[in-house]
């Protein structure tokens, strides 16, 4: 089945839509093939991806007149990467959801079938920066969370309320199986602030936090507008080379997750105190 990942935190300018497009490329390049959903109507994940929005290709015409996803979904400038492309009509969508009966399940409802297909290993939603109906919809429908935050002063404070809101929408039972997949610090530069922050969100979210940082640099800024990540258009810049490791820890700690939900249906292994 496809992973449904989505990348949410209700701040604009955290780091959310450059790590979708570059998560996206680098798991495209280690075999993986990967759907990206644009849910942000500013659509800067589609035309970062090198697709020009237009309007009547988006999430949107499905979830009005329930038309098939698939007829939506387009190439992008990164092989082995999908889009289901945003538009500005895209805000209409969540006046669209909230009219509906189950307002909570409405993208799961239009996701189902693609996951269904199973042609995509990962689909990755990229979220509008605001606690919304969109937002809220992408997490009742996600296998989990990556939460992408800048090294600042009031990170601590921004991702309580995320991770108040995955708690929540874990235990109402709109999506029990909601975890966390980590926490990325983002635009990262050598400052005692910075460190001290890292350090204390390390401090309460422990293993949640990925070991890679990616550090800030101007050509990070410069790729959208050539509609490529930048690990496409500037391989060996820092930050790239961030989100090339990021790629990999995170394939990685898939897969450990992977193995431990295996375990789960093993019969449980004498303890060597039961042995002994
Ligand atoms: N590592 C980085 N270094 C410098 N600039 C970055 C970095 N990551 C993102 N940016 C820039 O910061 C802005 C906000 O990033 P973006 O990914 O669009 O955030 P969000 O989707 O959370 O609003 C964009 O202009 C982007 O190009
Ligand atoms: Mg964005």
Redesign the pocket.
Same mark, same amino acid.
Not at 12 to 19: F, L
Not at 214 to 218: H, K, L, N
């Given at each position: 089945m496809s992973h449904v990942l989505a990348v949410s935190?209700q701040k &604009?300018? $955290? &780091?959310?839509?450059?790590?979708v497009v570059n998560l996206a490329a680098v798991i495209a390049a280690h075999g993986k093939t990967v759907l990206v959903l644009d849910l942000d109507p500013q659509a800067?994940a589609t035309s970062g991806l090198g697709v020009e929005p237009k309007s009547g290709v988006s999430l949107y015409n499905a979830l009005v007149d329930l038309e098939n996803l698939n007829d939506v979904i387009v190439g992008t400038s990164v092989e082995n990467v999908n889009i289901i492309p945003s538009e500005v009509d895209l805000a209409g969508a969540e006046v669209e959801i909230a009219r509906m009966d189950d307002h909570l399940h409405g993208l799961q409802k239009v996701l189902d079938p693609i996951i269904d297909q199973n042609v995509f290993d990962y689909i990755i939603i990229d979220c509008p920066?605001s606690l919304g109906i969109l937002m809220s919809n992408a997490l009742a429908a996600a296998d989990s969370v990556l939460i992408?935050m800048q090294c600042e002063y009031y990170a601590m404070e921004g991702l309580s309320v995320i991770t108040g809101l995955v708690e929540r929408i874990r235990t109402s039972g709109a999506n029990p199986k909601l975890r966390i997949e980590g926490v990325l610090m983002?635009?990262y530069s050598h400052t005692r602030l910075a460190d001290d922050v890292i350090e204390q969100v390390r401090s309460y979210y422990g293993d949640a936090v990925y070991d890679t940082i990616?550090?800030?640099? $101007?050509r990070? &800024?410069e790729a959208?507008s050539f509609g490529l990540p930048v690990v496409a258009y500037a391989p060996s810049s820092t $930050?790239a080379e961030g989100y090339f490791a990021f790629g990999k820890e995170f394939l990685d700690r898939a897969k450990a997750w992977e193995l431990a939900a295996d375990k789960i249906d093993l019969p449980a292994s004498p303890r060597s105190s039961d042995l002994a």
């Open positions: 935190n &604009g300018g $955290v &780091g959310k839509t450059t790590t800067n920066p992408p983002t635009m990616i550090p800030r640099s $101007v990070a &800024g959208p $930050v």
